[in-house]
């Protein structure tokens, strides 16, 4: 199993607090955005004699508000097209079980969410990247590129609609153009929707249920944790008009019992989150990632662009060795009393020897602590590259 590149530096951020130092933690895609009030009334007045198990593919009333959700967001899924998971991640886990056998290929838009190379191996599948690179904006290789790689082993596309890590959002062109593929091919697309609400410049997020004609192919993974800031209820779904994909997932819900039982009333009461919640949730991301761009962008040798959606964004960063530079930051380095933490990108590609100077950001904090954070990555680099 690989490390997550994402958590794998905590033991150096603990032992920089001990020290007495402030870190700010951009390696990680926890928000600092309030869980939405219904939620959080929702647990307080929890009532319950027994804390029981729920049904293998979540409350029916939860199942049931979720689908009508969907419908706002013009995708039109019923009840028994959900299986509530224990967050997008086993809902990955279980896409990728029903899907594929020991050996079979998941084709995936690199670079792309580390711990999809973690469900991989744990599910014996093999990763194919298809490489896209800072220089195109991360954009979709070519349909041509895609087909060269399948082979009488791929089963299915993975893609990460916004993508985190690098922000890129699919155009309904790019998602016609994939649903062609695997229609050809006779593949599943699995689209990672967890991030579909955060978009910033008027884009559209087309997700992979609406596709008229790949039904029975398309599968799409979602959660609660970034919508609604509830990344600890540990809720996601897995979602598909496939009937024989549904009832191969239902073995894997059945085997792990059911999903958490208060989370999922947490998750159902999320869903009367007042719209103004998101208005302003965007607007505050937004206002981050330019931010955190117009700061990065000012930082010589640094190349970046620019996110239209999720909240990340990949940095290229003037050095060689970004896991050793992360690192000597929470090690080494301090700018009055405070450092930063980065993700090193390498983690996110599983390309070897791809990504090497990059690292991952995640605008999850405050504008004025983004400003200070890229302020000691930015005197950082100038003090680590003149040892
Ligand atoms: C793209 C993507 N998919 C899935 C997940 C898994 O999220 P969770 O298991 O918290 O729902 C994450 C978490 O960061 C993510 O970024």
């Avoid at 959080?40 to 293998?56: G, M, P, R, V």
Wanted: charged fraction near 25%.
């Amino acid at each position: 199993m690989p490390e997550s590149p994402i958590r794998k530096l905590t033991p150096f951020s603990e032992s920089a607090k001990k020290k007495g130092l402030k870190v700010y933690h951009l390696n990680i895609g926890q928000p600092d955005i309030k869980t939405p009030e219904v939620a959080i009334n929702a647990i307080k007045n929890i009532q319950l004699d027994i804390l029981e198990y729920s049904h293998s593919a979540g409350f029916e009333s939860y199942r049931k508000k979720l689908s009508e959700y969907y419908l706002r967001q013009n995708v039109n899924v019923n009840i028994e097209d959900i299986i509530i998971t224990t967050g997008g991640s086993e809902a990955l886990l279980f896409a990728l079980g029903t899907t594929m056998d020991h050996g079979d290929e998941l084709i995936v838009h690199e670079p792309f969410y580390a711990n999809y190379n973690a469900f991989s191996i744990a599910s014996g599948v093999t990763v194919v990247p298809i490489i896209s690179t800072i220089e195109t904006g991360f954009a979709l290789p070519s349909i041509d590129a895609f087909e060269k790689m399948i082979t009488p082993k791929t089963k299915a596309i993975l893609i990460c609609n916004p993508g985190n890590p690098t922000g890129y959002m699919y155009s309904e062109e790019e998602m016609m153009r994939l649903a062609a593929l695997v229609k050809k091919h006779d593949l599943f697309l699995i689209s990672d929707e967890v991030y579909r609400e955060f978009t910033y410049d008027g884009d559209i997020h087309y997700s992979v249920m609406n596709i008229k004609g790949i039904e029975e192919n398309a599968i799409m993974i979602d959660s609660v944790s970034k919508r609604f800031s509830m990344c600890g209820a540990r809720i996601g779904c897995m979602v598909s008009k496939n009937k024989e994909v549904m009832s191969t997932a239902m073995k894997f819900a059945q085997s792990r019992l059911s999903p958490p039982t208060i989370e999922q009333i947490a998750s159902e009461a999320a869903l009367d989150t007042p719209k103004s919640y998101f208005d302003e949730v965007i607007s505050e991301y937004k206002g981050r990632r330019d931010t955190l761009i117009r700061e990065l962008d000012k930082i010589e040798g640094v190349i970046v662009t620019k996110p239209k959606g999720a909240f990340y964004c990949i940095a290229q960063l003037p050095i060689e060795n970004a896991d050793d530079f992360a690192q000597w930051l929470l090690e080494k380095y301090e700018l009055n009393g405070e450092t930063v933490m980065v993700a090193p990108a390498a983690g996110f590609y599983s390309s070897p020897g791809v990504g090497l100077n990059q690292v991952r950001i995640a605008y999850v904090l405050k504008k004025e602590d983004l400003i200070s954070a890229v302020r000691i990555l930015k005197e950082g680099l100038s003090v680590y590259n003149s040892k």
